[in-house]
């Protein structure tokens, strides 16, 4: 059974940086494309950052610049480093991996919190 483990978020200042991270095992298929997805209060599930088995990556414009995604194929995990953070990135976080069967799957979710 696929098991996706997340960690790193947490309360921050504003200004400050956080990496999270999200681990998965179990998983039937080969993984094509890793992401991060967040969901502020009150509001809908957004992308934040993707990056394909190839290293291409994709960001939000409001974290470009801010943001960078990497991931470990041999580990199937994904990181976000997060810097410059904004109260506005306040949000619980969730890692997203689509296999090249297009199989979804989902963290649990992290909460960040950034204060100003």
């Known amino acids: 059974q696929a098991q996706l483990v997340e960690s790193g978020g947490g309360l921050v200042q504003a200004g400050g940086s956080l990496r999270l991270s999200c681990a998965a095992s179990?998983?039937?298929?080969?993984?094509?494309?890793m992401g991060w997805f967040r969901q502020p209060p009150g509001k809908q599930r957004e992308m934040v950052a993707g990056?394909?088995?190839?290293?291409?990556?994709s960001y939000a414009d409001s974290v470009k610049g801010r943001f960078t995604i990497s991931r470990d194929n041999a580990k199937n995990t994904v990181y976000l480093q997060m810097n410059s953070l904004k109260p506005e990135d306040t949000a619980v976080y969730y890692c997203?991996?689509?296999?090249?069967?297009?199989?979804?799957?989902w963290g649990q979710g992290t909460q960040v919190t950034v204060s100003s």
């Open positions: 997203n991996l689509v296999s090249f069967t297009t199989r979804n799957y």
């Open positions: 179990g998983l039937q298929y080969s993984i094509n494309t």
């Open positions: 990056i394909t088995r190839g290293g291409s990556t």
